[in-house]
């Protein structure tokens, strides 16, 4: 079983950055794949990235030329560069692995 924890998440004003972080624990041999997603008030968690061991990155269009998501395998984590953030990037955001959710951190753009 494999244990997230999210960090980095806060408040933040229009076209300003955060960097998230997920640190994975437990049986991370399993891992191929870490992904984020998010849900804002009232909506559906969506997907918003991933990267898998070999490199190959996924991002929704919505965050595409302002997020970036990279790793770092012998840390066992992995990061979400988020720029020019918008209001309506406004969410909780997950990380996630095939069978593991972490349990959040709040991403707030607000002037």
């Known amino acids: 079983q494999v244990q997230l924890v999210e960090s980095g998440g806060g408040l933040v004003q229009p076209g300003g950055s955060l960097r998230l972080s997920c640190a994975a624990s437990g049986s991370i041999f399993s891992i191929n794949a870490m992904g984020w997603y998010r849900q804002a008030p009232g909506k559906q968690r969506e997907f918003v990235a991933r990267?898998?061991?070999?490199?190959?990155?996924n991002y929704t269009d919505s965050v595409k030329g302002r997020f970036t998501i990279s790793g770092d395998n012998a840390k066992n984590t992995v990061f979400l560069q988020m720029n020019s953030l918008k209001p309506e990037d406004t969410a909780v955001y997950y990380c996630?692995?095939?069978?593991?959710w972490g349990p959040g951190t709040q991403v707030t753009v607000s002037s």
């Open positions: 990267i898998f061991s070999s490199g190959i990155t």
């Open positions: 996630h692995v095939p069978g593991a």
